[in-house]
């Protein structure tokens, strides 16, 4: 790495929930994500992190615990990944399009706390929420959402304060020549991608992006919403 990239990683702060922390605060009237005729602000936005953080703690989320979020893009899936951050939760993006199985799969393996499902926005998202049973729920800013059942042999993970130890996001490959491979993810990891790319993007604040790649493929999350976000410029979350 060169002297920028060395400047680049000092920086960075130690947990993704600290993005929109910070653009709260400087500009808290900005638009941070937009859904279709719905926009965030950034005040906003911090709000509803905090609702999802609170959300989680009141569904039995520990620190090291992972929260599987089943989904399309949307602003509510930006929150809750925000959210499952500042819980110190490991966040599990699935793609609500994925067949039964995989999805399935995916939540065995991971050993997820709970499953939160986007019926809101995806069909599919609440077609899975109806074969699991999950509860539905309406919260001021994110709307309805589908909660499934506690995991209770799920065991939480060490728990580091140093983000360049400390996994923010298990992400799983596409499962074709098997079943899905997780991925683990550190806060470093997504940072420094989010930082590069927004960099190399010259993304500026008052940017707006739009998102096609779907938040739970590894391009889609690091660099496309959160290198987005990192400049604090708006991506399209559908």
Known sequence: MDAQDDALLAALPQRLHEIPRRWAAATPEAVAVSEGDVAWTWRELATAVDEGAALLRRLDVRPGDRVMI???????????????????????????????????????????????????????????????????????????????????????????????????????????TGHPKGVMLTHRNLLFIAAVSSRMRRLLPPDRVYGVLPISHVYGLASVTLGTLYAGAAPSAN
Do not use: M
């Not at 399309?72 to 793609?95: G, H, K, T």
């Open 70 to 176: 089943v989904g399309e893009n949307c602003a509510a899936q930006v929150a809750l990944i925000f959210a499952a951050s500042q819980c110190d939760a490991w966040v599990v993006n699935v793609n609500a399009r994925l067949s039964p199985r995989e999805i399935d799969v995916i939540g065995a393996h991971s050993g997820a706390r709970r499953a939160l499902y986007t019926v809101a926005v995806s069909p599919d998202a609440a077609a899975h929420a109806a074969r699991h049973e999950a509860e539905r729920t309406t919260l001021p800013h994110f709307g309805e959402i589908a909660i499934g059942a506690l995991n209770e042999h799920c065991t939480p993970e060490p728990v580091e304060a140093d983000g360049a130890c400390q996994v923010a996001a298990l992400i799983y490959t596409t499962g074709t």
